[in-house]
Nanobody
Framework: QVPVVESGGGLVQAGGSLRLSCAAS????????MYWYRQAPGSQRELVAS???????SYADFVKGRFTISRDNAQKFVYLQMSSLKPEDTAVYYC???????WGQGTQVTVSS
């Protein structure tokens, strides 16, 4: 299994926006649900959003109305548009492909107050 590659993280002030990208070039993409997770220091990894192969998106309550997940099946990318960021959104964000066991290296998002 080829691991995914996340990018787009950085330091942003509260209220700002970031767009995360995930390249999932190995194997099937269009038929798989894709997920974004995050893990803050000292906390467990938690599911942020998912998008099915047909484009149906789901969100954790703590990001609803602020984050948008999308996918490009032709390029094998999944995105997470994050707006109205809060300090509590600070975490390493990970992308995952359905049925894959491996994780990417993640991308750090830091939101300053």
């Amino acid at each position: 299994q080829v691991p995914v590659v996340e990018s787009g993280g950085g330091l942003v002030q509260a209220g700002g926006s970031l767009r995360l990208s995930c390249a999932a070039s190995g194997g099937d993409f269009s038929g798989r649900t894709m997920y974004w997770y995050r893990q803050a220091p000292g906390s467990q990894r938690e599911l942020v959003a998912s998008i099915t192969s047909s484009g149906t998106a789901s969100y954790a309550d703590f990001v609803k109305g602020r984050f948008t997940i999308s996918r490009d099946n032709a390029q094998k990318f999944v995105y997470l548009q994050m707006s109205s960021l809060k300090p509590e959104d600070t975490a390493v964000y990970y992308c995952k492909k359905q049925f894959n066991l491996s994780w990417g290296q993640g991308t750090q998002v830091t939101v300053s107050s």
